[in-house]
Every structure is written in C-alpha cells, then in structure tokens.
C-alpha cells in the first residue's frame, strides 16, 4: 500500500512560520503531480498548493506569497513552507499524491493552529 504521512504541523503565532513535510512510501519521482489540501472546522477541503513531477508550482490565492511547495525526490518527501501564517490558515493540512495512471492517494492530515 502506498503510505503518504504529514507531519510538521502544530501551533504558531500569527505572523510565524512552519514548514510541513509529506513523506511517501515510494518513489516520487514517477508521479505527475502531488498537491497540498487544507480543510478548516466547519469548510471544505481547498486545494492549497500543486507541485507537477516537472517541478512547475501554483497556489491558492489565499497563500500566494506566503506558501510555498517544494520536492525532494530523492527523499520522497514533499514540503509546504508556510510564512506570515494568519488565523485564517488554521486547518488540518492533507498531502495528495496522483500518480501516473491519475490515481489520488492521501495522508491522514497534519493540524496547523495559528493563534495568539
């Protein structure tokens, strides 16, 4: 079974920094696109951030400017760095990872609490 763990997350100040960290059971290398989703208490899950095999990088709105996604294919990991965190970014953050054949696999989720 192909295993995407988060972790990384925790409490921060408003204006703080985290980076969260998704490691994959398996190569990454061979995968089209791995993305980062938020789901806030009460919303929907939201598509934060994409990151293409080839390396190509778009975000939501919300944290252009402020996240950014990155891979490390030789450690199969992928990251989110997250600057100047407000309240609004307080949610359980999910790595997705689609593979060639355009299946979604997912992690269990890592919190991220901004507050004061």
């Known amino acids: 079974q192909v295993q995407l763990v988060e972790s990384g997350g925790g409490l921060v100040q408003p204006g703080g920094s985290l980076r969260l960290s998704c490691a994959v059971s398996?190569?990454?290398?061979?995968?089209?696109?791995m993305d980062w989703y938020r789901q806030a208490p009460g919303k929907e899950r939201e598509l934060v951030a994409t990151?293409?095999?080839?390396?190509?990088?778009s975000y939501a709105d919300s944290v252009k400017g402020r996240f950014t996604i990155s891979r490390d294919n030789a450690k199969n990991t992928v990251y989110l760095q997250m600057n100047s965190l407000k309240p609004e970014d307080t949610a359980v953050y999910y790595c997705?990872?689609?593979?060639?054949?355009?299946?979604?696999?997912w992690g269990k989720g890592t919190l991220v609490t901004v507050s004061s």
């Open positions: 398996e190569s990454i290398g061979s995968r089209n696109r």
């Open positions: 990151i293409t095999s080839g390396g190509s990088t």
């Open positions: 997705r990872m689609i593979s060639s054949g355009g299946v979604a696999y």
